[in-house]
């Protein structure tokens, strides 16, 4: 079969590769549709070391096979898939971290993970990570279950509390859905941050209370909200080196900063700045398969509204080029989805 695959910076291929069996635990997924990821840009970009199995992870399909020792899901079930739970035996496990196996993790991550990830017709995964897709939602809802489990994760494991004014770095996908989550988590005023403003007009739409520029707008509105303290925590989804120092700039003294936005490239900070505000700084990687399922529930009952974030589907063949196009913005799209499928 046909995968699509990133293999050095500003490379990525469309190889053939075995089509995969499904092990005693694992079931066999024949992807409907698997949304690009910020990640997978970013690793074509920097060339960072990308696993397969995490080339396209933001899949939905059926299962269509499953090993002798599988339970938890049957033929024919929707599915999608994340972290899988802690398997007990490791050192993480053992010290009751399980949120921090370093089996699933490093499974995750792609380590002893599939030959392709959901940039391809079909996928053998372990079936402990995989979660049912509620009937209610499309397959275009679906495929965006992955990125909206980040975003729920990034708001539970931060510092916000209800009424808190929250700053919201770079409205991509994963910013957009912060802000729709923080917002659900009861953050008293939304300010999204975003030089690009089609996507300051997309914020708004989507439950931002305010969407600014960077700079002097930023700071006015912040200031406006809330009295000249500044914000009680800042997101940062924005996936650049620069904006970790400017989103310590936007919050109060004792406030907060949850990293959120992936990138590989070092970044330039003031400590003494931090430790003169004295900033905690939280960072989230991933989710647990409980949010994954609660985020499927956000999104049927019209909680999280992803629709607005997707625009359009391409074909494997159109992939390679699409890739190029996000990583140089030739092409502006938010959320673009791929059947792997398609001719």
């Not at 089996?103 to 993970?113: E, K, L, P, V």
């Not at 629709?307 to 063949?317: E, F, H, I, Q, Y």
């Amino acid at each position: 079969m046909r995968t699509g695959l990133v293999t050095g910076k500003g490379h990525f291929e469309l190889r053939e590769v075995d089509e995969p069996t499904p092990g005693p635990g694992d079931a066999l997924v024949e992807i409907s549709l698997c949304g690009i990821c910020g990640s997978d840009v970013h690793a074509y970009v920097e060339g960072w070391p990308y696993a397969p199995g995490i080339c396209g992870h933001e899949w939905v399909g059926n299962v269509v096979a499953v090993g002798s020792d599988v339970r938890v899901v049957g033929m024919g079930d929707r599915v999608t898939g994340g972290l899988a739970p802690g398997c007990g035996r490791c050192a993480e496990c053992r010290a009751d971290l399980g949120a921090y196996c370093s089996t699933a993790r490093s499974y995750y991550i792609g380590a002893n993970a599939p030959a392709s990830g959901g940039f391809a017709p079909f996928m053998a995964a372990s079936a402990d990570r995989l979660v049912r897709v509620p009937d209610e939602l499309t397959d275009d809802d679906a495929a965006v279950i992955e990125p909206v489990s980040v975003a729920l994760h990034a708001v539970r494991r931060s510092r916000m509390r209800a009424g808190d004014v929250v700053c919201v770095v770079g409205c991509g996908p994963i910013g957009l859905l912060v802000a729709q989550c923080a917002r659900l988590a009861g953050a008293g005023k939304v300010i999204a941050v975003e030089p690009d403003a089609d996507r300051r007009r997309l914020a708004l739409d989507t439950g931002a209370d305010v969407a600014v520029e960077p700079g002097a707008q930023m700071r006015e509105a912040v200031n406006e909200a809330t009295g000249g303290l500044r914000a009680d925590i800042a997101f940062d989804c924005a996936g650049i080196p620069q904006t970790i120092q400017q989103s310590v700039g936007m919050v109060r003294y004792g406030g907060s900063v949850c990293i959120v936005g992936v990138t590989g490239s070092d970044a330039t900070i003031r400590p003494n700045r931090w430790l003169f505000k004295e900033i905690s700084v939280d960072t989230s990687l991933a989710f647990s398969l409980d949010e994954m399922r609660a985020a499927a529930g956000f999104i049927a009952d019209g909680r999280i509204s992803v629709a607005p974030l997707v625009n359009g589907t391409v074909t494997l063949d159109e992939l390679p080029q699409t890739i190029d196009d996000l990583a140089t913005k030739r092409n502006p799209a938010v959320k673009l989805l791929v059947d792997p499928t398609a001719g």
